[in-house]
């Protein structure tokens, strides 16, 4: 944060900053490897937002109106498409993604949510914006978690439309779509069991666990760790929640409920250690 | 038909020039520093600045002495744009939501975390039920009473956006909340209990000493009003909580939202007496007064449908991009408002939020920029009409 205030009022270089955000990566990096996460995540630290290196690597979408996101104090820019068929011009390089020493998770807007606004379909920029990008991913990236915050908030919500974008990125990889911060059961309720993605992710803050549709066949992305509070989670609660879900869901992975940029860097440091501690509970139980 | 005139006003928050910054840092000036003094001394024109270049040529500085040559030099940024209604850009102050739970008790700071791109804010959590520790805007308003020469304007942080930018470890549950156990009432109201106590317990105390010491307008701050949807009704009532029986103008500042949240739930909130809302982050920037050049101004008409008529402050200036609006931008950005609430005397011109992100020499062009389009919609409103001399401002 000091090395980003100090670049913007001219008392450092970009590549002090580069250093900096080197050192942070690491350490963030290591808290997830102590912790014994299985795929780990560089922590976005270079993105403004969700959405603004998409939006900046692309021709015929731009960053637009500053707006909230969700309930947060948190805000982005919206995207706006100024051609009816944007296309990234260059897949998003090691400054947004830095290189990880194990299997990774990458992190990308959904095709629902980066169209949401723009008149374009999900599908369109699915096609043309995401599709390249997933496909320039590294043999590391075990899974891509396409972030979906607004479709079950979105009033008549059109799965077809939805479906039909995850189709269109047509691509040999792991994909997860995780809805993050809101209640899933509305999107559930649509049913989601033949979506092209492997997984599906789910705030068990908002989402209570009897809303799971039977016979749930996908890996589950149980968002159990809350990123939007101060308090931290009993690991032994989580482990216990987890076994419950067990019962339900065959493959169930444990995940925050969205990103953890909405907690301050210790308290995320804490809440990663705490998942770390659920998942060796429940595999002791589990043994 | 009475002249139309618009009153002007700035809205919160300015840039801390460097010299402010790094003596509150404890870090050294350089002579770039003391030549900012120097040069925005003399271009807005501060009365005795050169007593401030010798402060500031010294290696050991009072803060609290140039945080009020600070709030000098933002006055005098303000009016010498023509800003009509003016406050220092809250210099003395940490940040609209640092200052304030920091002088109030029942909070522990949390840390520090994103707002947006490179802007960051520190986030407390509240561990107790609050209150006021000490009023924590006298001294600052007092001080401006005596340097200002337009009228004040006094920004107050409201109870709503204060519990909202919290953490809650106090009034909601504890545990037991994995699972979707704690259903959305029980929030709401926890979060209602929340907010009326800081309404009643740290707002309202606040504003009772600013009026005793002879406010007449205060500004309550609500950018986190709209934050969540369904809790409307527990800002209208933290606001109306905080201001009832007080006799001063109450206006509030609302921002970077989805505008229509707020109705039907504002209907409720007659003591506010002015919306000072950001229009121009949603709008385009090409000229013309039709509905369909004016995309971000399209919800005015539910603000003009407000059953006690209130004012709206109308916001001109995207306060989060260089772009310094022409003066016929502006202009037509007023015109289009003019037509569609009907009554001039409704309409007061401000830009969207504070200016504290962009430099001074950003923000006093914006402001100027704001002034003479606000001078432009007045001549081409002047000039349909016939002029009686009468001069057409909201009384206040």
């Known amino acids: 944060m000091q090395a980003t205030r100090d670049l913007d009022r001219g008392r450092t270089t970009a590549e002090a900053v580069d250093e900096q955000i080197e050192r942070d990566c690491a350490a963030f990096v290591a808290v997830q490897q102590d912790a014994g996460l299985d795929l780990l995540a560089d922590g976005m630290l270079r993105w403004q937002d969700l959405f603004r290196p998409l939006l900046e690597a692309s021709e015929g979408l731009e960053p637009g109106a500053l707006t909230r996101f969700l309930d947060t104090n948190t805000f982005y820019r919206a995207p706006r498409a100024t051609k009816a068929a944007p296309q990234l011009a260059e897949p998003l390089g090691e400054g947004y993604l830095r290189p990880l020493p194990a299997p990774r998770i990458v992190t990308l807007p959904s095709p629902w949510a980066l169209a949401k606004g723009t008149g374009l379909t999900p599908r369109v920029v699915a096609g043309g914006i995401l599709k390249p990008q997933i496909e320039a991913l590294g043999p590391e990236t075990d899974l891509v978690v396409l972030s979906e915050p607004f479709f079950p908030r979105d009033p008549g919500p059109k799965l077809d439309d939805l479906a039909s974008a995850l189709e269109a990125l047509g691509v040999d990889r792991r994909l997860a779509l995780q809805f993050v911060f809101c209640d899933a059961r509305p999107a559930l309720e649509l049913g989601l069991g033949d979506l092209p993605v492997d997984a599906i992710g789910v705030d068990f803050y908002l989402t209570r666990p009897i809303d799971l549709p039977d016979g749930f066949a996908k890996t589950l992305l149980a968002g159990v760790v809350d990123a939007r509070s101060s308090l931290l989670e009993d690991p032994r609660e989580l482990a216990d929640f987890a076994a419950r879900l067990q019962e339900r869901v065959e493959d169930v992975a444990l995940v925050p409920n969205g990103d953890l940029q909405f907690v301050a860097e210790p308290i995320a440091r804490e809440k990663i250690a705490r998942l770390g501690q659920a998942r060796f509970a429940l595999a002791e139980e589990a043994a | ?396």
């Open chain 2, 1 to 396: 038909m009475k002249e139309v005139k618009f009153l002007t006003h700035e809205i919160g928050s300015l840039a801390k020039p460097p010299w402010l910054v790094k003596t509150n840092a404890g870090r050294p000036l350089q002579q770039a520093d003391i030549e900012h003094a120097r040069l925005w001394g003399e271009k807005v024109g501060v009365p005795g600045y050169d007593r401030l270049i010798a402060v500031l040529d010294q290696p050991e500085r009072d803060p609290n002495e140039v945080a009020r040559w600070s709030s000098r030099y933002a006055l005098r940024l303000f009016e010498s744009a023509g800003v009509d209604v003016v406050y220092d850009g809250e210099q003395q102050r940490s940040e609209m939501y640092a200052w304030a739970v920091a002088h109030a008790n029942g909070f522990v700071e949390r840390g520090t975390v994103r707002s947006f791109d490179n802007k960051y804010y520190t986030k407390s959590a509240v561990v107790a039920a609050p209150s006021l520790r000490e009023p924590y805007h006298n001294e600052e308003f007092e001080f401006l009473q005596s340097a200002a020469e337009h009228e004040l304007k006094i920004p107050v942080t409201g109870a709503y956006t204060l519990a909202i930018w919290s953490y809650d470890e106090h009034f909601g549950p504890r545990g037991g909340r994995l699972g979707g156990a704690v259903r959305r009432q029980a929030e709401i109201a926890a979060r209602r209990e929340f907010a009326l106590d800081l309404a009643h317990d740290v707002i309202r105390p606040n504003l009772q000493a600013l009026i005793d010491l002879g406010a007449t307008w205060i500004q309550i701050d609500e950018p986190g009003a709209s934050t969540e949807s369904d809790e409307l009704e527990v800002f209208v009532e933290s606001f109306n909580e905080s201001v009832e029986g007080l006799d001063c103008m109450f206006s509030t500042h609302l921002c970077f939202s989805d505008y229509d949240l707020f109705f039907p739930s504002i209907e409720g909130m007659s003591g506010c007496k002015q919306y000072c809302v950001g229009f121009a982050n949603y709008d385009s920037r090409e000229l013309g007064t039709s509905g369909a050049d004016r995309p971000g101004y399209e919800v005015i008409s539910k603000f003009r449908d407000l059953p006690y008529e209130p004012i709206l402050g109308l916001g001109v200036l995207d306060i989060h991009r260089d772009f310094i609006e022409p003066p016929e931008l502006v202009r037509d950005r007023i015109l289009y408002a003019v037509d569609v609430l009907g009554d001039p005397a409704r309409i007061q011109i401000c830009p969207d939020c504070g200016l504290r992100t962009r430099s001074w020499e950003v923000a006093y062009d914006k402001l100027v920029s704001m002034v003479n389009g606000t001078r432009l919609a007045e001549a081409a409103l002047n000039g349909a009409h016939a002029v009686t001399g009468e001069t057409n401002v909201f009384p206040r």
